[in-house]
């Protein structure tokens, strides 16, 4: 693969560029997963205040039964007030918990189906402009049944999609959620194409 020389407006490559320095991180906000912080910055010689969102990171898996569809979660996300069809996932439970521990985890918890074996798919960095998210991805086959074990505030409807009918609700700007959006286009690409 071909590196690609980066410059700015006025010309410089990203090596001759300045570097950013952090001067200082204030911590303003602490909530149920994430914490958010004031950076104060020195860039292009000038200082800035950057907001920054710390999260612990986050597992999310495709599982695929054995007649090829994708099971998908359709829950409530009160960010975006409306429900989502996404794949299923969920936060690590400590920041030094095993990604992929958290994706078996979510995988039962979320659909009633587990798995002997998860495959890495990639990792994602959900909002990189404010936010150190990451999500690593992982593929389920070979699902056992299992059940639920929903949070006393999860509303979880699992459903099965084809690939194709995923991607069309991607290409149709219906399905918006990045994780979900990446993890399908990954799939597909990957074990499909």
């Known amino acids: 693969m071909e590196e690609r020389k980066t410059e700015n407006k006025k ?9 950013v320095v952090r001067i200082s991180r204030e911590l303003r906000y602490t909530g149920t997963i994430l914490k958010i912080y004031e950076d104060t910055v020195i860039a292009n010689g000038h200082e800035a205040h950057w907001d920054y969102i710390h999260h612990d990171g986050a597992a999310a898996v495709v ?20 429900w989502t069809l996404e794949i299923p996932a969920g936060k690590v439970d400590d920041p030094n918990e095993p990604r992929i521990d958290c ?5 039962e918890e979320e659909t009633g189906y587990r798995c002997d074996h998860l495959e890495y798919l990639m990792t994602l960095n959900t909002t990189v402009a404010f936010c150190d998210e990451a999500i690593d991805l992982f593929v389920a086959r070979n699902l056992i049944p299992s059940h639920q074990h929903l949070d006393e505030d999860e509303v979880i409807a699992v459903e099965a999609w084809s690939v194709e009918d995923l991607e069309a609700l ?18 597909s690409r990957k074990y499909l194409k």
């Open 11 to 19: 010309g410089q490559k990203a090596s001759e560029m300045e570097p």
């Open 103 to 107: 994706a078996y985890r979510e995988l």
């Open 170 to 187: 991607i290409y149709a700007g219906k399905m918006t959620d990045s994780k979900t959006v990446a993890a399908i286009m990954a799939y």
């Open 63 to 82: 599982p695929v039964t054995d007649d090829g569809k994708i099971l998908m979660v359709r829950q409530y996300r009160n960010a975006l007030d409306r």
